[in-house]
């Protein structure tokens, strides 16, 4: 049979409350840390676990999050899940996660869906500028946080990554290497992230002497695919560049296979740069050049606070932005992939 608040709390010799508020981690509980010793060694000697249905009806709440991504497929969001989900789960909190296709209908649909089944917050990283789904949270009143991309920038609480800043870096890096053909495999104008990192690749070559072509900028969107066929329709040019800086590190893996099928040497014949730093990169080869940015951080920084906003009822329009870094690999130096260590710079850090 399974174990009762009651029984547990005689052996432990406290009030059943406060094995139940030990057990639900809650954040107001003072007592005394032996006391917490014994109660969550006796929690795991008997495997007990809360009535979570119980525990949901007293607190009006469900316990549950969820995480909206654009694209399941991508290691980026695995990641980014990752993170939520290690920042949620020891206040005793699980996560739900749905997928949107980056289609603003799904989106909606999907977070529609999750209010109507009570979860208790929403981390939404599939956002769209100006988006109209933002606004119907805003306007529910129900607990959100924005990921990687933002909306109205200054009325959301945001995690994520100066891009502008990232992109500026990736492409200054490629002048600085005597690259003066540096096409770009762009994002949505529609999606903070291939804006800024647009603009921020469009300053670099400005303040690096180059006058920016705009043959040499290509929608990609954010998948291998696009990026395959946004570098083919680039390296086909007559005059075609000799280095690309890519939205994300999927376009940029698109891009490295095609520039070798149609037998161009990296980085001899063609470098390339991405963007996130996902496991991937540094296993292709060559390794891939890319921006760092703290992707698992984002969703530990997105979960707490959203939790933050759901245990004080205060919205937030708080933003933590990571400071992104180069890190220099085969894809844009030959030989790097055995520096890349001693390459890196500092850890980056967020600012608000």
Request: hydrophobic share 40%; charged share 25%; aromatic share 6%.
């Amino acid at each position: 049979m399974p174990v009762t608040l009651k029984q547990l709390a005689a052996r432990a010799r406290v009030h059943p409350s406060t094995i139940s508020r030990v057990a639900n981690h809650d954040p107001s509980l003072r007592i005394a840390a032996i006391t917490r010793q014994r109660i969550e060694a006796l929690l795991r000697e008997t495997e007990y676990r809360p009535n979570g249905v119980a525990r949901g009806l007293k607190l009006r709440q469900s316990f549950v999050l969820a995480v909206v991504i654009p694209d399941i497929t991508n290691p980026f969001f695995a990641a980014l899940f990752r993170g939520v989900e290690d920042g949620a789960s020891p206040r005793g909190y699980n996560v739900l996660l749905c997928n949107t296709d980056g289609s603003p209908e799904r989106q909606r649909s999907h977070v529609q869906s999750l209010h109507a089944r009570r979860v208790d917050g929403v981390i939404l990283a599939s956002s769209f500028l100006k988006d109209p789904t933002v606004r119907w949270l805003r306007h529910q009143g129900i607990p959100y946080v924005l990921v990687n991309r933002f909306s109205d920038e200054d009325r959301d609480p945001f995690v994520g990554s100066d891009d502008l800043v990232g992109a500026r870096i990736a492409t200054a890096h490629l002048v600085q290497l005597g690259h003066r053909r540096i096409g770009h495999l762009a994002g949505k104008p529609t999606v903070s992230t291939g804006v800024m990192r647009r603009r921020g690749y469009l300053a670099a070559l400005t303040e690096g002497g180059l006058s920016p072509d705009p043959r040499l900028v290509i929608e990609s969107g954010y998948t291998e695919e696009g990026g395959v066929r946004a570098a083919e329709r680039l390296l086909a040019l007559e005059d075609r560049p000799t280095a690309i800086f890519a939205v994300t590190d999927m376009t940029a893996v698109g891009a490295l296979g095609a520039a070798r099928r149609m037998g161009l040497r990296i980085p001899d014949e063609v470098a390339i740069v991405g963007y996130n730093d996902i496991p991937l990169a540094s296993r292709m080869v060559p390794a891939l050049t890319t921006v760092h940015v703290p992707i698992h951080d984002f969703g530990s920084a997105a979960a707490r606070l959203l939790l933050q906003q759901i245990e004080t009822g205060e919205p937030s329009r708080r933003r933590v932005v990571f400071n992104p870094e180069l890190i220099v690999r085969g894809s844009t130096v030959a030989g790097a992939d055995d520096r890349q260590a001693s390459l890196q710079a500092a850890p980056a850090f967020a600012t608000e």
